[in-house]
């Protein structure tokens, strides 16, 4: 798998007021490749996630209307230097599916995975379903991971050895099941909680997860809250981050190669903070620490961390009712985060990645607000202990949406969002080269 997450978090740290830094981009920065549809040009499809190999071949997955009931996953590839292959359906034809996941090992392997229904004529019937991508590059027939019933949304998550986990949200509870790496059967799932949203996976190289989620105390107070489970172990209890007297939500996780774990959520008080808690291996969880500017509403974090634990986050901060931009913060093993920083002055949505040199890369959606210009995905690149270049315009085409990102260990990017035009909506996507 690649070693960052894309897209998926208690004294109170006042965070420095953040500075827009825009920097031209070094001649050395790789490029993107010119956007290229890889969904039907004619059809409705969107909810796509990106994963990239190792060896730099990208894979983006996608839920697309086959008829007008009906919603299939699909799923296409794109080698370095190469083109977009023509999309492959991964779910059953007849039967609807949607929330697809992918994840990529350095290896080359490939796990996808979605909700799917069970019946023909579904009564609350939807499981969780996942195909892997077998030698020479095809595609083996899907598998049922969970039982049906009460399935909703789906998190995957991988490593670099091949490992992956999926995560979701069943009648209530929240389950996990593995696939260890060469295996070609799910374990059996497990329960994580018996209660909880917003719920976030990562695991490490070493096969330790950890997982995250809000859930509601007995107050009504929504807690963020985490827990680990060791390779092919089950789920410790879980514990509570965030605090008593406010409500905690959108809560992100990552892990690095020693079983270290970073989790971000957003603290909704007279502004809604981005706070942050990390563990190191079997410790406790240390006190949150406020990551963004106070006098900013921050939402939507994320956070990757490399092989060490070298970590990265970056959040939307809303301006007012319809403008946003974009800020990141960063963490040095052992260390503590930086003042957070505006990246550009408009953005939303951003989505974070992190290589095996310390070179975080981000990317994000600008919404023009008008008709007569463009939308854009901006992306950013900042080397260790340097600063952010860009932005860089991966892309710029009308009516623009929810972009995801996937880095590898070298360095190699993928991004995919969707397009919309008339009555057709497009899965884009892009690679550097």
């Keep these: 798998m690649t070693r960052t997450r894309i897209a998926r978090r208690l004294a109170v740290v006042a965070a420095a007021v953040t500075a827009t830094t825009v920097i031209a981009w070094p001649a050395h920065a790789a490029s993107w490749t010119p956007a290229a549809t890889v969904s039907a040009p004619e059809g409705v499809a969107g909810q796509q996630q990106v994963a990239i190999d190792g060896s730099g071949t990208a894979t983006v997955v996608w839920a697309e209307r086959r008829t007008n009931d009906v919603d299939v996953i699909k799923a296409a590839r794109r080698s370095p230097g190469g083109s977009w292959s023509s999309a492959v359906t991964l779910s059953n034809s007849e039967r609807h599916a949607a929330e697809p996941q992918v994840v990529a090992s350095d290896n080359g392997a490939v796990v996808a995975a979605w909700v799917e229904d069970a019946a023909a004529s579904p009564t609350d019937s939807r499981r969780i379903m996942a195909a892997t991508l077998g030698a020479g590059g095809s595609w083996n027939a899907a598998k049922a991971v969970s039982?049906?019933?009460?399935?909703?949304?789906?998190?995957?998550?991988?490593?670099?050895?091949?490992?992956?986990?999926?995560?979701?949200?069943?009648?209530?509870?929240?389950?996990?099941?593995?696939?260890?790496?060469?295996?070609?059967?799910?374990?059996?799932?497990?329960?994580?909680?018996?209660?909880?949203?917003?719920?976030?996976?990562?695991?490490?190289?070493?096969?330790?997860?950890?997982?995250?989620?809000?859930?509601?105390?007995?107050?009504?107070?929504?807690?963020v809250k985490a827990a680990r489970a060791t390779p092919n172990g089950s789920w410790e209890s879980a514990a509570t981050l965030s605090r008593s007297d406010r409500h905690g939500e959108e809560p992100a996780v990552a892990v690095d190669d020693n079983g270290n774990a970073q989790v971000l959520w957003v603290l909704r008080s007279s502004r809604r903070v981005v706070q942050a808690a990390q563990r190191t291996g079997t410790g406790s969880w240390t006190a949150a620490q406020s990551l963004s500017d106070l006098a900013r509403n921050a939402v939507k974090p994320e956070v990757a961390l490399d092989a060490e634990g070298n970590a990265v986050a970056v959040w939307q901060i809303n301006l007012d009712s319809t403008a946003s931009a974009v800020a990141a913060a960063t963490r040095t093993t052992g260390g503590t985060w930086s003042a957070p920083q505006e990246l550009t002055a408009a953005g939303a949505s951003p989505q974070v990645g992190i290589d095996d040199e310390r070179n975080a890369h981000v990317v994000w959606l600008v919404n023009a607000r008008s008709d007569s210009a463009d939308d854009r995905v901006e992306a950013m690149v900042r080397p260790p202990a340097g600063v952010w270049s860009g932005p860089d315009t991966v892309a710029a085409e009308s009516h623009m949406w929810s972009v995801a990102l996937a880095v590898n260990g070298d360095g190699q990017a993928a991004a995919a969002w969707r397009q919309t035009e008339s009555d057709f909506s497009r899965v884009r996507a892009s690679a550097t080269e």
């Design 147 to 223: 039982a049906a019933g009460g399935v909703s949304r789906p998190r995957l998550a991988g490593n670099a050895g091949g490992d992956a986990i999926v995560m979701w949200h069943q009648r209530n509870g929240l389950r996990t099941s593995r696939l260890n790496a060469g295996d070609t059967t799910w374990a059996t799932p497990q329960a994580v909680s018996a209660s909880g949203r917003q719920h976030d996976i990562a695991m490490a190289t070493t096969g330790v997860a950890y997982a995250t989620w809000k859930d509601a105390d007995g107050e009504g107070i929504d807690r």
